[in-house]
């Protein structure tokens, strides 16, 4: 079914807002939804027929449009659209200038009432009447306005009357930066918004700003319109979209430079490998609950970590690696110094997007301990240790102390392969989610569980190895609220084929508070359902870290 084709003709307004009244296409130019229709519909022209009216021209030129876009031709973009026009009803279509997902979602009210939201680059089901479209970055008053007819069986489409804008941050080793900076028109000197930078050398895309065409100027977070240091400016112009690159000094945050540069300039995954290399440590005081090896209650720690990530190309997609390492002692009331955190964790994730936002992933990973961990008691203690099944295996009398993990006492390796999709991203937050089947296997050594502690006699289980394949899910989260303030979120679970009871879910979610450069505070949350390894109880930990950190490179 091939939706009729309605023209909305922007006008800008005395107070920046932007108006649209519609101008219908009648005839054969009116039932056309992409460029090859219209050549079908031209050929359809006889020849003694008129000459083809400035409509027509327009309906010609609007399919034309964006060439030069990402997103490439509205009509282009109409014919890839599969959303199918119900009977009874119109459509709106907002073209896009990159990938929607990247850009701000559309709003339509009726009535000053929000009745459908939408992506650009994709048709808006409604049913006839008269709408106002709301396009673009910002509040909902500084975003651009359109009133826009909706007809039976016709799409009408607006007019692209805004510009694009794509910040890439960028240290002055020319690696990607998570930075921040604010962004204020010039004309009216009205404040847009902060941005974000991405970690575009593992993939991830830079959100695309849609405003009005005109000066902005870009300038540290807190600073103000009349800042004479560490600012740039950019113009947009109607109709295009701007690649824009900004150096900061990683260290400060300083503005060492930027331009308008062209896209083939920019930086690209697939241009080669990268690496970076962070070292540091931090104070925290932590509650413990339920977690192999400790006792529960209130700690104090110290901790040593490294994170070193890189980036290989393969088929010009990121082969992305990580290495954490943890390290840490804590000491408790009436008790000696023993470990708080040991663990030392290599993921390797590589994802081939079919488009941006989605595709096929294979992950591999594994996790182990370094250390041994000790159990004191308070005074000489008889213990007990017991197989899976509860037979007695080892007993002994008056002990002071009780080995619950040797070296390398639990090893956890972990497969998966499923898709990935980035299901929300914006300015300020994204979502991914991945599904698919996975494989988690737990290797021990020597590794035992606290079951009955009595005054007289304290019964340990050795837990055994296990292996586990079913469907997995995993969820990642990242909102950058502010300059400071960063919300971390992933959660990993697997669902067995043989045992739903034994279902393995995995949560951390993290606050981070950012001081300096060097300094930040952070609170940490992780949870762990493995009955596996523990039978009847959960593993539960909170951490409030003062943590200092250096980038190596």
Not at 266 to 282: E, H, I, T
Request: glycine letters at 10%.
């Amino acid at each position: 079914m091939c939706a009729h084709l309605a023209i909305v003709a922007p006008a800008w307004a005395d107070d920046g807002t932007v108006t649209a009244t519609l101008a219908e296409a009648s005839g054969p130019a009116a039932a056309t939804p992409g460029d090859e229709a219209l050549e079908e519909a031209v050929r359809a022209v006889p020849a003694a027929a008129p000459p083809v009216s400035p409509m027509r021209i327009r309906a010609d030129s609007l399919l034309a449009d964006g060439a030069d876009w990402p997103a490439g031709t509205v009509g282009g973009q109409l014919d890839r659209d599969t959303t199918l026009v119900p009977y009874g009803k119109g459509a709106l279509f907002v073209p896009a200038l990159t990938n929607p997902l990247d850009e701000p979602p559309v709003t339509v009210l009726r009535g000053g009432q929000r009745v459908a939201e939408g992506t650009t680059g994709a048709r808006i089901i409604l049913s006839p009447g008269t709408y106002e479209v709301r396009v673009g970055s910002g509040t909902v008053d500084q975003r651009l306005r359109y009133q826009a007819s909706v007809e039976e069986g016709h799409t009408t489409i607006i007019p692209v009357s805004w510009a694009g804008l794509a910040v890439h941050v960028v240290d002055e080793a020319y690696s990607s930066l998570r930075a921040s900076y604010e962004l204020i028109r010039v004309d009216d000197r009205e404040y847009m918004g902060i941005g974000f930078g991405t970690d575009e050398q593992a993939g991830e895309p830079v959100t695309t700003w849609v405003m009005r065409p005109g000066l902005y100027k870009l300038v540290r977070l807190g600073d103000t319109y009349r800042a004479r240091r560490d600012f740039a400016t950019v113009r947009l112009v109607e109709g295009h979209h701007t690649h824009f690159l900004l150096v900061l000094k990683a260290d400060s945050g300083e503005f060492a430079g930027g331009g308008e540069v062209p896209e083939d300039e920019l930086f690209r995954a697939r241009a080669g490998s990268f690496g970076s290399l962070v070292f540091g440590g931090d104070v925290t005081f932590n509650s413990r609950s339920g977690v192999p090896g400790l006792n529960d209650g209130l700690y104090f720690a110290f901790r040593g970590f490294l994170d070193a990530r890189a980036s290989l190309q393969i088929a010009k997609q990121p082969l992305l690696l990580r290495l954490q390492v943890e390290e840490g002692q804590s000491k408790g009331p009436n008790l000696p110094w023993q470990k708080s955190h040991d663990r030392v964790d290599l993921d390797a994730l590589y994802v081939y997007q079919l488009k941006r936002g989605i595709g096929p992933y294979v992950r591999l990973g594994a996790e182990t301990n370094v250390l041994s961990a000790s159990r004191p008691f308070d005074e000489p203690t008889n213990v007990e240790v017991v197989d899976a099944d509860g037979n007695v295996i080892l007993a002994s009398r008056n002990q002071e102390s009780f080995e619950l993990s040797s070296n390398f006492g639990l090893t956890t390796i972990k497969e998966g392969v499923g898709m990935n999709v980035r299901v929300f991203k914006s300015l300020f937050a994204e979502t991914n989610v991945r599904a698919g089947v996975g494989a988690r296997h737990r290797i021990t050594n020597n590794l035992y569980e606290a079951l009955d502690v009595g005054t007289s006699t304290t019964t340990f289980r050795r837990i055994p190895s296990s292996h586990q394949v079913g469907v997995e899910l995993t969820v990642l989260a990242v909102a950058r609220l502010t300059r400071w303030v960063l919300v971390n979120l992933e959660l990993d679970s697997l669902f067995p084929f043989d045992n739903i009871n034994n279902t393995v879910i995995e949560l951390e979610a993290s606050v981070a508070l950012k001081l300096t450069s060097y300094v930040s505070v952070n609170y940490v949350v992780r949870y762990l359902r493995d009955r596996a390894i523990f039978l009847d109880k959960d593993r539960f930990e909170q951490d409030v870290l003062l943590r200092f950190s250096l980038e190596i490179f």
